[in-house]
């Protein structure tokens, strides 16, 4: 795809980005704020995991110390400082900046996993020690402030919070998309192919990084800073490790391989469990399954399929994939609702709700409530249905599977038959 | 004294219990270069096995499935899940482990609920092994750090001193070449994998039913389990144990004094001007004894980054 045709996409996207909040009611309007600063972390994340190949495990620090420092200017302008309030993500901008550049420094000195383990730390150490300072993150209760009108802006409705955060992701994701295209950008992907080289051809690799690293903690920082504009509060939960664990799933899903792939997994995540967190509780429970999936069957994510899809959609024999297609993506929508199905009757057989009726009910099964629909737990019925539901999804993707296989001409998954440690084959 | 003694006894028993999740972690780390983020999942899942199997058959019968069960667990993770990512380089298996901790945590909250259970041990291993300063101390805590020596004497034996183990340490070494000579490195690899995730289930399943048993005790030790293996050196049993020791140490003497940086800038007549900077500088040790862990990890790297008996960086 042609760079005309991708900046006239995002032209449309961002038209409709401006053109629709204004009809959409409150809470679809601050989910989208939530959508926009779930992507640009993403993005910040992505340029250290996929680009520089740097997986970091606590990129909830700089989220948080962005958020953190913004609230601080947040507070200095409501006593009277003057500092007009759209630019206010810039103190979370210089805050993770600076967070970045220690951190990186200490961090990079090491690479893989050990890389891992100390962001991890840096994180965990931020988690622990930040309850306990109470004058920079306010103890257990955290911080909070009011957003200050400027200029006429009153900034009091969700709608101009999100035109300030859109304006926001929009700069800071184009930035980092045209940061990838300079020189130095491409010696970021260089780190992450063969850092041996990098050396070789007379770079520092350990500076490299660091830059790196504190460029992408300084975006994670407007990101933190916009959700602080956005609830105009924030305590040390920022830092927990399910925020640097969302991150890393919804990069991962969508794919990391892609510039904008992040993009689709911060979105899907975040708009999913804005629909559905108030029907089940197990969400998690989904996003980490289909987590694992698409790490053992699309290690490229979504993003990295749609790419694959896009660039060959020429070569693609299409009337002979149709129908196989059609039928894989039949069988996993039944997979799905099989799991579904039974996740969410092991949540309601389970719960505390249906051990307090049997226990009313003198050691019998009462029956329960599921989708709206009565069920008997000991029915033929409601242990027929997830195994018809498992075994024909499962049979039907199977077999499109292959047949798509068969027409492209490929061996059936060729990772699966590696050597599983390296040694021969 | 009696602070010095008691903490000592503590810390060495919290040590050990923490030596006892990190050994199967590092040597699964040290063969196969997989850092396993379900390592201390395994943990919970040991406890909450226990925890189900004990209800039934007794405490006895919980301790000895739960380490089976959790082994098979770890045994199919290796046989059927890592090789399929392992093409797409060690970030990838890092991902997918990282995933399966979080599926792991997600289904005890589905089953057991997401508050903690009733898991004890039985009331015949409930008494004071002996009183010191008045107080008694229990008999249990002795328990779990005699299973952790026990646990370290039996696996160095098997290491160093039998046939198995030489394949073992060879298959670790020189994987190609252990393999060149007739060994079944694949099932080697998928014992040893195995076997740290039941040294994992067995160390849940005997810590639960003194620390509080809940969905969240794998994440919370999971990232102390890291510290401990990076600060001993991945790789390295012996590096392990002394971190293990070093760190239960470590918190069990920080929780009960209140020393400060201002009182240790009181010490050379700064002591007023740091406790009017504030922040960091008064804050009490006993209430940053979380804290100590990480910030003895960082140190560790920035000093000797290959660990305190690691041999590879």
């Known amino acids: 795809m042609g760079s005309m045709r991708i900046l006239a996409l995002l032209a449309v996207l961002l038209a409709l980005l401006i053109a629709v909040p204004p009809f959409l009611d409150l809470s679809w ?124 802006i009153v900034f009091g409705s969700m709608l101009e919070v999100y035109y300030l955060t859109l304006g926001w992701v929009m700069l800071c994701g184009l930035g980092l ?53 956005s609830n105009e509060t924030a305590n040390y939960s920022l830092f927990a490790t399910d925020v640097s664990a969302q991150v890393v799933l919804q990069t991962f899903v969508g794919g990391s391989t892609v510039f904008f792939g992040p993009v689709i997994g911060a979105t899907l995540f975040t708009l999913f469990s804005f629909l559905i967190s108030d029907l089940t509780r197990s969400w998690v429970f989904y996003q980490g399954l289909i987590f694992v999936l698409v790490m053992l069957f699309a290690p490229t994510g979504i993003g990295g399929i749609l790419y694959e899809l896009v ?35 092991a949540a309601v057989l389970f719960g505390q709700d249906y051990a307090m009726r049997r226990s009313g009910a003198a050691g019998a099964l009462p029956p329960y409530e599921l989708f709206g629909i009565g069920w008997e737990p000991a029915g033929v019925l409601t242990w027929l249905l997830p195994a018809v539901l498992l075994l024909g999804g499962g049979g039907l993707l199977v077999a499109g599977r292959r047949q798509i296989d068969g027409v492209r001409g490929r061996r059936s998954a060729p990772a699966a038959d590696a050597a599983p440690l390296g040694g021969t084959p | 004294m009696e602070f010095a003694i008691v903490s000592t006894l503590n810390g060495v028993t919290y040590g050990l219990l923490l030596f006892m999740v990190s050994a199967g972690l590092t040597l699964i780390f040290g063969m196969m270069g997989v850092l ?116 370290f004497a039996l696996l160095w ?77 991945l790789g390295s049993l012996k590096g392990s144990l002394l971190a293990s020791l070093l760190i239960g140490l470590f918190s069990s003497f920080a929780v009960g004094l209140d020393w400060s940086l201002a009182g240790l800038f009181g010490l050379v007549g700064l002591g007023d001007w740091a406790r009017a900077i504030g922040g960091l500088m008064t804050l009490k040790l006993s209430s940053v004894s979380a804290t100590i862990p990480f910030a003895l990890m960082l140190l560790v790297l920035l000093v000797r980054p290959a660990g305190l008996m690691g041999e590879r960086n």
């Open chain 1, 29 to 152: 309007q601050n989910a989208l704020v939530n959508v926009l600063i779930a992507s640009l972390f993403a993005l910040a994340f992505n340029l250290l995991a996929g680009q520089a190949g740097l997986l970091s495990f606590g990129h909830a620090a700089y989220f948080g110390i962005g958020a953190f420092a913004a609230l601080h200017l947040m507070i200095a302008v409501e006593d009277g400082l003057a500092f007009p309030t759209p630019l206010l993500p810039l103190a979370g901008a210089a805050a993770g900046f600076l967070a970045g550049l220690v951190a990186g420094y200490f961090a990079t000195m090491r690479s893989g996993v050990y890389f891992a383990l100390v962001t991890l730390a840096i994180a965990e150490l931020l988690h622990s020690l930040a309850p306990h300072l109470a004058g920079t993150f306010g103890g257990e209760a955290g911080i909070s402030s009011m957003r200050m009108p400027w200029q006429g």
């Open chain 1, 177 to 229: 998309w045209a940061y990838t295209r300079t020189p130095f950008g491409r010696l970021t992907l260089a780190l992450r192919d063969n850092e041996q080289r990098v050396l070789f051809l007379g770079y520092d690799a350990h500076r490299a990084k660091v830059v790196v690293f504190a460029i992408s903690a300084m975006a994670s920082g407007v990101a933190g800073s916009l959700l602080a504009i």
């Open chain 1, 311 to 345: 660039r060959h959609r020429r070569q693609l024999d299409w009337s002979r994939l149709a129908w196989p297609a059609l039928q894989s993506i039949l069988g996993g929508l039944l997979l799905a609702g099989g799991i579904v199905y039974l996740t969410e009757t």
């Open chain 2, 36 to 151: 396993n983020f379900a390592h201390a999942s395994f943990y919970m899942l040991g406890a909450y096995v226990a925890y189900a199997v004990s209800s039934a058959f007794g405490f006895l019968a919980g301790l000895v499935v739960a380490p089976i069960l959790v082994g098979i667990v770890g045994m199919l993770v290796e046989r059927f899940l890592l090789p399929r990512v392992h093409a797409h380089g060690h970030a990838h298996e890092l991902l997918l482990t990282f995933g399966l901790a979080l599926i792991i945590e997600e289904l005890i909250k589905l089953f057991f609920g997401d508050f903690p259970v009733n898991y004890q041990m039985p009331g015949d291993l409930r008494f004071s092994a002996f009183t010191i300063f008045g107080s008694d101390y229990p008999f249990y805590r002795l328990f779990i750090g005699g299973m952790a020596v026990v646990m």
């Open chain 2, 157 to 233: 034996l098997l290491l160093t001193r039998t046939r198995t183990g030489i394949v073992v340490r060879a298959a670790e070494r020189l994987p190609a070449m252990a393999e060149a000579l007739g060994h079944n490195i694949p099932v080697v690899f998928m014992a040893v994998f195995g076997t740290g995730a039941a040294l994992a289930g067995l160390a849940g399943a005997v810590a639960g039913a003194f620390y509080p048993t809940n969905p969240n005790m794998g994440i919370e030790l999971g990232v102390i389990v890291f510290v401990v293996v990076v600060v001993g050196g």
